[in-house]
């Protein structure tokens, strides 16, 4: 079946201005995750949803950064007010449900470039 | 709390020589530890995870990783390289209760001909 997608695959954008990147999960999968992948940071966690409870954004690095995810389905990462230290590599991944044991499946991410 | 500590950020092997990668973790709990393979430009791909029905696991692609509690270790080994094995290594851990993956730092691979 279908993997997780993500999009667009690739944003540059300018400092200051704001992004939206969007994550389409495996049909089924109950949780979702947003992760950072930069040089210097190696790969951070960033938020995660798990079906309609609170989600954990114990992550996120500033209030610039919010997410949501309707309908149990599709999740939106939003950048306000972008920085130059955003610039990263922002990967998606989903998994049937939250146990630790569950396999987490990633998708290809957004390569975004603040200017 | 949990981490992970990936020893060496670039590994070089030759083809057909025995590749090993380190992975130390720390928890609190019960572990369940992933090891991931990143391709340029693409997303990170399980190659084999451990969750405790077996220490030594099998992975794709002729991966496999031993889990030792006592040195708090899972390091990820393959007999034999390939050329298309070349590609970032990550060491993951997660506890019971799930949610987010603590990563390493991530081990580079590459296969010299």
């Known amino acids: 079946g279908a993997g997780v997608s993500q999009s667009p695959s690739n944003k540059v954008t300018e400092k200051g201005k704001d992004v939206e990147l969007r994550c389409d999960p495996i049909?089924?999968?109950?949780?979702l995750y947003w992760y950072r992948q930069s040089l210097g940071q190696g790969l951070e966690f960033l938020i995660y949803f798990q079906g309609n409870s609170a989600p954990d954004k114990s992550g996120l690095p500033s209030d610039r950064f919010s997410a949501e995810r309707t309908g149990g389905s599709v999740s939106t990462l939003t950048i306000q007010r972008t920085q130059q230290e955003d610039s990263a590599v922002y990967l998606c991944a989903s998994s049937l449900t939250r146990q630790g044991v569950d396999t987490q499946y990633f998708g290809p991410g957004t390569r975004l470039t603040v200017l | 709390a949990q981490s992970v500590t990936q020893l060496g950020s670039h590994v070089s092997v030759s083809e057909g020589a025995l590749v090993l990668l380190r992975c130390n973790y720390s928890s609190s709990v019960p572990p369940y530890l992933f090891w991931y393979v990143q391709y340029p430009n693409q997303g990170l791909q399980l190659l084999l995870k451990?969750?405790?029905?077996?220490?030594l696991v099998k992975g794709i692609n002729g991966f496999e990783a031993e889990f030792k509690k006592s040195e708090t270790s899972f390091h990820l080994t393959k007999p034999s390289a390939h050329m298309s094995d070349a590609a970032e290594y990550f060491c993951?851990?997660?506890?019971?209760?799930?949610?987010?993956?603590?990563f390493g730092q991530g081990t580079e691979l590459s296969v010299k001909p």
């Open positions: 451990y969750t405790s029905a077996a220490t």
């Open positions: 993951a851990v997660n506890g019971n209760q799930g949610g987010k993956l603590i």
């Open positions: 049909s089924g999968h109950t949780a």
